[in-house]
């Protein structure tokens, strides 16, 4: 149905004088044209030369559209899957990186209004290339924090980034050293280093913006492009085609997430004495910049070939006996649906077709932005489109902070890198999600569901999604021991920061460089607060382990091992995420059908702008605010900020408890609306099949199925829903 929408203009659009294309005929005899065909109007004797460049194949531009679209989504959704670790390396909260990944909404949504003013009077291929461009440069403006910034520095105490479990984060006797300042870190904190984070941070913002006004013209633009230069008969299969191949790349996203967060962040810059970090250590950074090297290489790649598809091509060509073949099967079984082209002359579906957008083109930007108030007034009276809007509002809540924060979730929550949480999230979650959205167009395709049992459809899949949502608030893991910022069992928590033990040492307050008790399990933030004032590394083949010995804060002395410790349930990351992977299917199976209500549910002339305008509402509603929202939640359960130039940073410890019941808590939340919303649109729908059938009984005439799908004549298209 997102085909019609698009025809509409692009219709209109082409009856005017574009050139000498503007002035071929009618849809039949153009299918068979050998002349006008080719550029510059020259004969072609043989047909083999009506297509004398593959840039005039609407199907090359399919495979170029659907490889542009895939690689744009793939470096919209890498910072997703690297939020955690960007947040590490600049010392973020979580609201603000939260903020950071909506931000490209702020861009995309200022513009993508006027995509439905401009349709087809620009050059679509060539502007798709510019958009292309500019997601490129944003890509490679994302990454230049890290080339600009100093090499990362995880041991602030060493004066050099030697290996970091050395002698700086081991006791010392306060006699033989000089007592710390208050804050330590404020001797190596300038202007300038200020200066630097406020530059990264406003780097990243301004590549985010940039990211989402490129995107503005490639999905939209593109897509009335094929529907406009495909045969009618192929248009529906090249449209499922190129969004089959594009849902794939928020999952190579995270795939590649997966595989860049492997490597150290300074892969390019290694020092000399090597690292002993691994990537399960709390501290470890991966080489997140990488990523958006990779995925603007294979945007900027993708936008060459736009340069050089013509303004408009020939309409594709197709064997007419197919076209009468499909339109007779399309006859037999239209009556349910949309009116038979039989039912009315030709003048009259083209005045019906025409409508608004037969307007809209004739009017200048300021007379379009005049009347853009009046048409949203006007759609926002019905009541079940307003209800789907809604719905999707909820859902696309849900579904902005799930795919924000879930890998750091499964990160703090299960204590798994950040790697394995992108693999797990790119093969298990975004396959569902892709799934359910394809079960439910067959689901509708197959079983000829009306608006009644779409909403009935909508309403199941929400309910079930809800229900495999409770078992989440039970599956996690309990907040370990921290000594000094988590109370011991028997211990009354005093109100200095670290335990007494360390007192005799002068421990750094900003330093981190945990190490875990494996008896107690009790995790130390330092060696130091250990009171430990030795170490032993054990080489071994594949790595090397160290260990701290002759601890005055631990039972025995120790020894203690470095690192966090292991979580005693980190086996439930699996049953979680496939709970998880489940929900998102359900909730992707309402997609298709509530589509379906918004498309028939406003006027014809009035759903090229119903569309725009559910769009621009999701952005505004949804995908802005949703994630600074899952981010401020998030920061409110921390327990330990590390402090960087006397500012908070970055969250080293969360409440597990807590983090779990209120990230998951907001999910349920969003999904609950959603099923509200369902159900209201459903008490409306029976309202009006009763309605409809005693309007049916008065005057004897036609079934009273027939709620949305009505003829010219009738009114329920423009009332009912």
Same mark, same amino acid.
């Given at each position: 149905?997102?085909?019609?929408?698009?025809?509409?203009?692009?219709?209109?659009?082409?009856?005017g004088?574009?050139?000498?294309?503007?002035?071929?005929?009618?849809?039949?005899?153009?299918?068979?044209? &050998?002349?006008?065909?080719?550029?510059?109007?020259?004969?072609?004797?043989n047909?083999?030369?009506?297509?004398?460049?593959?840039?005039?194949?609407?199907?090359?531009?399919?495979?170029?559209?659907?490889?542009?679209?895939?690689?744009?989504?793939?470096?919209?959704?890498?910072?997703?899957?690297?939020?955690?670790?960007?947040?590490?390396?600049?010392?973020? &909260?979580?609201?603000?990186?939260?903020?950071?990944?909506?931000?490209?909404?702020?861009?995309?949504?200022?513009?993508i209004?006027?995509?439905?003013?401009?349709?087809?009077?620009?050059?679509?291929?060539?502007?798709?290339?510019?958009?292309?461009?500019?997601?490129?440069?944003?890509?490679?403006?994302?990454?230049?924090?890290?080339?600009?910034?100093?090499?990362?520095?995880?041991?602030?105490?060493?004066?050099?980034?030697?290996?970091?479990?050395?002698?700086?984060?081991?006791?010392?006797?306060?006699?033989?050293?000089?007592?710390?300042?208050p804050?330590?870190?404020?001797?190596?904190?300038?202007?300038?280093?200020?200066?630097?984070?406020?530059?990264?941070?406003?780097?990243m913002?301004?590549?985010?913006?940039?990211?989402?006004?490129?995107?503005?013209?490639?999905?939209?633009?593109?897509?009335?492009?094929?529907?406009?230069?495909?045969?009618?008969?192929?248009?529906?299969?090249?449209?499922?085609?190129?969004?089959?191949?594009?849902?794939?790349?928020?999952g190579?996203?995270?795939?590649?997430?997966?595989?860049?967060?492997?490597?150290?962040?300074d892969?390019?810059?290694?020092?000399e004495?090597?690292?002993?970090l691994?990537?399960?250590?709390?501290?470890?950074?991966?080489?997140?910049?990488?990523?958006?090297?990779?995925?603007?290489?294979?945007?900027?790649?993708?936008?060459?070939?736009?340069?050089?598809?013509?303004?408009?091509?020939?309409?594709?060509?197709?064997?007419?006996?197919?076209?009468?073949?499909?339109?007779?099967?399309?006859?037999?079984?239209?009556?349910?649906?949309?009116?038979?082209?039989s039912?009315?002359?030709?003048?009259?579906?083209?005045?019906?077709h025409?409508?608004?957008?037969?307007?809209?083109?004739?009017?200048?930007?300021?007379?379009?932005?005049?009347?853009?108030?009046?048409?949203?007034?006007?759609?926002?009276?019905?009541?079940?489109?307003?209800?789907?809007?809604?719905?999707?509002?909820?859902?696309?809540?849900?579904?902005?902070?799930m795919?924000?924060?879930?890998?750091?979730?499964?990160?703090?929550?299960?204590?798994?890198?950040?790697?394995?949480?992108?693999?797990?999230?790119?093969?298990?979650?975004?396959?569902?999600?892709?799934?359910?959205?394809?079960?439910?167009?067959?689901?509708?395709?197959?079983?000829?569901?009306?608006?009644?049992?779409?909403?009935?459809?909508?309403?199941?899949?929400?309910?079930?999604?809800?229900?495999?949502?409770?078992?989440?608030?039970?599956?996690?893991?309990?907040?370990?021991?921290?000594?000094?910022?988590?109370p011991?069992?028997?211990?009354?928590?005093?109100?200095?920061?670290?335990?007494?033990?360390?007192?005799?040492?002068s421990?750094?307050?900003?330093?981190?460089?945990?190490?875990?008790?494996?008896?107690?399990?009790?995790?130390?933030?330092?060696?130091?607060?250990?009171?430990?004032?030795?170490?032993?590394?054990q080489?071994?083949?594949?790595?090397?382990?160290?260990?701290?010995?002759?601890?005055?804060?631990?039972?025995?002395?120790?020894?203690?091992?470095?690192?966090?410790?292991?979580?005693?349930?980190?086996?439930?990351?699996?049953?979680?995420?496939?709970?998880?992977?489940?929900?998102?299917?359900?909730?992707?199976?309402?997609?298709?059908?509530?589509?379906?209500?918004?498309?028939?549910?406003?006027?014809?002339?009035?759903?090229?702008?119903?569309?725009?305008?559910?769009?621009?509402?999701?952005?505004?509603?949804?995908?802005?605010?949703?994630?600074?929202?899952?981010?401020?939640?998030?920061?409110?359960?921390?327990?330990?900020?590390?402090?960087?130039?006397?500012?908070?940073?970055?969250?080293?410890?969360?409440?597990?408890?807590?983090?779990?019941?209120?990230f998951?808590?907001?999910?349920?939340?969003?999904?609950?609306g959603?099923?509200?919303?369902?159900?209201?649109?459903?008490?409306?729908?029976?309202?009006q099949?009763?309605?409809?059938?005693?309007?049916?009984?008065?005057?004897?005439?036609?079934?009273?199925?027939?709620?949305?799908?009505?003829?010219?004549?009738?009114?329920?298209?423009? &009332? &009912?829903?």
């Amino acid at each position: 149905m997102l085909m019609k929408t698009v025809d509409l203009q692009g219709q209109v659009n082409t009856d005017g004088p574009v050139g000498e294309e503007a002035q071929m005929p009618d849809k039949d005899t153009k299918a068979m044209m &050998s002349v006008e065909d080719t550029p510059g109007g020259k004969a072609c004797p043989n047909p083999q030369d009506l297509r004398p460049s593959v840039f005039y194949s609407i199907k090359f531009f399919i495979l170029c559209h659907s490889l542009l679209q895939l690689a744009q989504l793939m470096i919209s959704g890498y910072l997703k899957s690297s939020i955690s670790t960007v947040e590490k390396r600049f010392g973020l &909260s979580s609201q603000t990186s939260g903020l950071l990944a909506a931000f490209n909404e702020v861009g995309n949504t200022a513009l993508i209004v006027f995509v439905s003013y401009f349709g087809s009077r620009v050059h679509r291929p060539r502007l798709i290339g510019y958009g292309a461009v500019i997601v490129a440069l944003a890509g490679l403006l994302m990454s230049l924090p890290h080339f600009i910034s100093e090499p990362y520095r995880y041991d602030h105490t060493s004066p050099v980034d030697m290996p970091q479990d050395y002698e700086a984060s081991l006791c010392q006797p306060t006699t033989l050293v000089p007592a710390p300042t208050p804050a330590p870190s404020n001797s190596s904190c300038s202007s300038n280093t200020e200066a630097q984070h406020l530059a990264v941070v406003g780097i990243m913002f301004m590549a985010q913006t940039l990211l989402g006004v490129g995107s503005v013209p490639i999905q939209p633009f593109g897509i009335s492009y094929i529907d406009d230069f495909a045969h009618n008969s192929n248009s529906p299969l090249y449209l499922g085609i190129l969004f089959a191949v594009t849902m794939m790349g928020p999952g190579m996203a995270y795939g590649l997430g997966g595989l860049m967060l492997r490597l150290y962040v300074d892969i390019d810059r290694m020092p000399e004495g090597g690292i002993r970090l691994t990537s399960k250590d709390p501290r470890w950074v991966g080489a997140w910049w990488l990523g958006f090297l990779i995925s603007a290489a294979a945007v900027a790649l993708a936008a060459i070939p736009y340069f050089f598809f013509p303004k408009e091509m020939p309409k594709e060509k197709h064997e007419l006996r197919f076209r009468r073949r499909v339109l007779a099967a399309s006859a037999s079984t239209v009556s349910k649906g949309e009116d038979s082209p039989s039912e009315k002359s030709p003048g009259a579906s083209q005045e019906k077709h025409d409508g608004l957008a037969q307007i809209a083109p004739d009017l200048t930007v300021i007379q379009f932005i005049k009347v853009f108030p009046r048409v949203l007034l006007r759609t926002l009276r019905h009541p079940i489109f307003l209800l789907v809007v809604l719905s999707q509002v909820c859902t696309s809540s849900m579904v902005a902070g799930m795919a924000t924060f879930l890998p750091k979730f499964l990160e703090r929550q299960f204590s798994v890198t950040a790697s394995y949480a992108n693999l797990l999230i790119g093969s298990l979650t975004i396959p569902s999600a892709i799934m359910g959205i394809v079960l439910g167009g067959v689901l509708v395709k197959r079983l000829h569901l009306g608006p009644m049992r779409c909403g009935i459809l909508c309403l199941l899949g929400a309910l079930s999604c809800l229900l495999f949502t409770l078992p989440l608030f039970f599956m996690g893991c309990p907040t370990h021991q921290i000594a000094g910022i988590t109370p011991q069992p028997g211990d009354l928590p005093g109100p200095e920061l670290f335990p007494a033990c360390s007192e005799p040492c002068s421990c750094p307050l900003d330093d981190f460089n945990p190490v875990c008790d494996p008896r107690a399990h009790v995790e130390y933030l330092t060696p130091c607060q250990a009171g430990c004032t030795s170490q032993v590394a054990q080489e071994a083949l594949d790595k090397s382990q160290v260990f701290y010995t002759n601890c005055s804060c631990v039972a025995g002395g120790g020894p203690v091992s470095a690192g966090s410790c292991d979580s005693a349930c980190s086996h439930l990351v699996l049953p979680f995420m496939f709970l998880v992977s489940l929900g998102a299917a359900l909730a992707s199976l309402t997609h298709t059908p509530s589509f379906m209500l918004i498309l028939r549910g406003v006027k014809k002339e009035d759903k090229t702008l119903a569309v725009g305008i559910q769009f621009m509402l999701l952005r505004v509603l949804a995908w802005m605010p949703s994630p600074v929202i899952h981010g401020s939640a998030i920061d409110t359960t921390c327990v330990h900020w590390a402090q960087s130039c006397g500012r908070r940073a970055v969250c080293r410890y969360y409440d597990h408890d807590l983090l779990r019941n209120r990230f998951v808590g907001l999910q349920f939340f969003f999904k609950t609306g959603s099923l509200a919303c369902f159900a209201l649109i459903l008490a409306i729908l029976r309202q009006q099949v009763k309605e409809e059938g005693t309007q049916v009984t008065v005057s004897t005439s036609g079934p009273q199925q027939q709620l949305l799908a009505s003829g010219p004549g009738k009114k329920p298209e423009e &009332s &009912s829903v």
